[in-house]
């Protein structure tokens, strides 16, 4: 397991120095859309939210502090690894996991490097959605595994004219392949130190042009899916007193790329 060795003040100089990039204008417009976003759902109810290449669910009892500390970790991890790499190349695909992990261990998540395999279909075909929910039944619980389920139809009910579809979109795939990550979070009733979040990560590649990738019927010949499954624990004895510091570096990007999804 990795876990960060860092003081407080060396884990706030980090935060302070990651770079991000620029929002890109069309979704900045687009976050103008006015969606709740998961910190905003009551807790005590699920709730699942697009983190820009990430699906993210909540158990019921996770607490408002939770998600939104959630929310802004993967969020964060993300867009530093996207100034650093590209996330749709297959060349730089593990080493933007690398990162990712460096950033998510060093605010205070304990989690282990992610080690992808190839997904291997059974037919000539698979969809990506469907693979998902065989891999994810292999790593989660059965309540966990249909939270997956709604949060994948919620998303599938979106348009691909929906603002916030179109921020997932432009963040999880290119035309011809796609990195991003999901994120079934749980707690125990908002207590300290028990926040969990088990990621599975994919990254594919295909010779087929596609649109609302998770939904599409590829040739297994021309497609490859890799995934990683792993569980992170959130420390909030180091992570409280980097929070406001995480908030600060995100400034306006939690509203443009978090957005709520109706599970």
């Known amino acids: ?41 009551p807790a005590g109810q699920p709730t699942a939210a697009i983190d820009a290449g990430s699906l993210v669910s909540f158990a019921a009892q996770v607490s408002s502090q ?11 991890a993300q867009l530093n690894s996207d100034k650093l790499y590209n996330r749709f190349d297959p060349t730089q695909v593990i080493s ?12 205070g998540w304990v ?31 059965a309540a966990e595994v249909a939270v997956v ?5 919620a998303l599938s009910n979106l348009g691909s004219d929906d603002p916030w579809y179109k921020v997932w979109d432009s963040s999880s795939h290119s035309a011809n392949g796609g990195n991003f990550q999901l994120a079934p979070a749980s707690d125990n009733n908002g207590e300290v130190n028990s926040l969990v979040v088990k990621i599975s990560a994919y990254a594919f590649s295909t010779t087929e ?27 909030e004895d180091v992570y409280a007193q980097i ?21």
């Open 1 to 41: 397991m990795t876990q960060s060795a860092l003081s407080v003040s060396e884990i706030t100089d980090f935060v302070t120095g990651l770079e991000l990039p620029e929002t890109h204008p069309q979704l900045q417009e687009l976050a103008t859309a006015g969606r709740l976003t998961a910190t905003d759902v």
């Open 66 to 76: 939770h998600r939104s500390d959630c929310l802004n970790s993967l969020l964060v």
């Open 96 to 107: 933007w996991y690398k990162n990712y992990g460096t950033v998510m261990s060093n605010i």
């Open 111 to 141: 989690l282990q490097d992610f080690q992808f395999q190839n997904y291997q279909a059974s037919g000539s075909t698979f969809s990506i959605d469907t693979a998902i929910t065989s891999i994810v039944t292999s790593f989660l619980p």
């Open 149 to 153: 389920e709604a949060t994948l139809n």
């Open 209 to 235: 042009t596609t649109t609302r990738f998770l939904w599409t019927d590829y040739n297994s010949s021309d497609t490859q899916l890799q995934y990683a499954q792993q569980t992170a624990t959130l420390n």
């Open 243 to 263: 929070r406001q510091a995480i908030i600060d570096k995100l400034g306006d990007r939690a509203a443009t790329y978090i957005g709520n999804l109706s599970i």
